[in-house]
């Protein structure tokens, strides 16, 4: 049966409850009639590609649970498959919402369709990277009509997100070029889509051509992820005239998409000091009237490589807190090589405390249930229960059976052994002896 809508904002501004969005306000304990006006107004968007048949649908906004995006795919320095399928099925595993695919390298067709066909977390790409690869030319030999060919073969493909870099025009690469930023343009596909028009002399044809690119991403419902090509790079740069320009712009292309029923996010900065985090947020939902927020990092430090999984998480957390919608996870490998298995399980864990901890901040009904059954088990010095509400009990279990206390395994743990707190008061409370010696 033909549907009688071609996007999910359509359909909301239609008044129909399709199937994904009755299970997004199930997911969130929202009543339908609370998040289907949020769809039609483009303040929540559901990522759905009518081609991922597996999609285990979620909705993306400030007033929902912070979702969370896992980078991975092909490269030429680690172009294992089974090695990225294994980081995608793990990410799921974790609780990770999305999978962006960045793959660079070889048959990236397969790679996408495979997950596509088996991965239920939202899909998204950028078809920049994959058009030198899919057409097997050099950037500066590629037309435009060959960018528009590769976003449409994502969308028949099952991809539920695109992210393309439309903000920047020819004025900014002279702003680029005025030498004003330290790291200049720092987003690969930014400096992909810069490198193209300083080598063609063209101006942006993800600017030129939007129209285009809407009716194909209406026809698959594809959500548009607007790149931040200038998002500040380190903190020298951080919400300076270049990121504020762009950010005009996107807000500029959001009310072109709306115009279309196509669902819109727009990607955030980037590098940002603390102190500067909350009124990048604001300054976003104004001029992107409120379309969900999508940040990488921010980083509120750039001296910490290695760990800068924590830089961005701590940043994470207050953005998503002063309304970010969905966080880019970061993982111990950025800015040094691509991540493996183990950095991509750590990069998740931190995203996932850092969107948890501004749940429980902004009042998401039910954020901190699991918080208070933790509390329970703590007092009750049930490990088992513990391990159940950990965000990673692989690595508490772990961490507690290798230094478990000397004489009684199933009461303290080894940190205060017989001077545990808990023990002391449940024991004090209860009138028994406390037994220390
Ligand atoms: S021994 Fe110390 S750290 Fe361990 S459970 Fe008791 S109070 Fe907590």
């Not at 306000?25 to 929540?44: D, T, Y």
């Not at 495979?114 to 977390?121: F, V």
């Not at 899909?123 to 920049?128: C, S």
């Not at 005009?248 to 102190?275: C, F, N, S």
Request: charged share 25%; aromatic share 6%; proline share 4%.
């Amino acid at each position: 049966m033909k549907r009688e809508y071609c996007t999910q904002m359509e359909a909301a501004r239609k008044g129909i409850i399709t199937p994904e969005l009755k299970k997004v306000a199930s997911k969130e304990n929202r009543r339908i009639e609370e998040v289907l006006p949020l769809v039609a107004e483009g303040k929540i968007v559901i990522p759905a590609n009518i081609n991922h048949k597996c999609l285990d649908a979620n909705g993306v906004g400030s007033m929902l649970k912070t979702k969370i995006n896992v980078n991975l795919g092909i490269s030429r320095d680690c172009k294992d498959y089974d090695i990225e399928m294994k980081k995608v099925m793990q990410a799921v595993e974790l609780g990770a919402e999305s999978i962006m695919d960045l793959s660079s390298h070889g048959d990236t067709t397969t790679f996408r369709r495979k997950l596509c066909k088996e991965c239920p977390a939202m899909i998204g790409t950028v078809p920049i990277y994959d058009s030198v690869i899919h057409f097997k030319r050099d950037l500066k030999e590629l037309t435009a009509k060959d960018f528009l060919d590769v976003i449409r073969l994502h969308g028949e493909d099952g991809v539920d997100f695109v992210t393309l870099h439309c903000g920047i025009t020819r004025k900014t690469i002279e702003q680029i070029r005025s030498g004003s930023r330290k790291m200049n343009i720092v987003s690969r596909g930014g400096s992909l889509v810069f490198a193209w028009m300083s080598m063609t002399g063209e101006e942006n044809p993800f600017y030129e051509y939007y129209d285009e690119i809407l009716e194909i991403c209406r026809e698959y419902d594809m959500t548009i992820s607007l790149g931040d090509a200038c998002r500040p790079g380190c903190l020298a740069d951080a919400t300076d005239g270049v990121q504020i320009e762009e950010l005009i712009k996107l807000g500029e292309l959001t009310e072109r998409a709306w115009k279309r029923d196509v669902q819109v996010m727009v990607e955030g900065p980037g590098h940002v000091p603390m102190d500067q985090i909350a009124a990048n947020m604001k300054i976003q939902q104004t001029i992107c009237k409120g379309a969900p927020f999508y940040v990488l990092g921010p980083l509120v430090t750039d001296i910490a490589p290695g760990y800068d999984h924590i830089t961005s998480a701590i940043g994470g957390a207050i953005a998503a807190w002063s309304g970010a919608a969905f966080l880019c996870y970061v993982t111990p490998a950025e800015h040094l090589a691509l991540p493996n298995v183990d950095d991509v399980r750590q990069g998740i864990i931190a995203s996932k405390i850092a969107a948890h901890s501004a749940d429980i901040a902004k009042g998401i009904p039910g954020a901190r249930e699991q918080d208070d059954r933790m509390a329970n088990a703590r007092r009750a010095l049930d490990w088992d229960a513990q391990w159940t509400e950990a965000l990673d009990p692989t690595t508490a279990k772990a961490i507690r059976d290798s230094r478990l206390p000397e004489d009684d395994h199933s009461d303290t743990c080894s940190m205060c052994g017989k001077f545990c707190a808990v023990r002391s008061m449940n024991k004090a409370l209860a009138g028994e002896v406390i037994d220390i010696l």
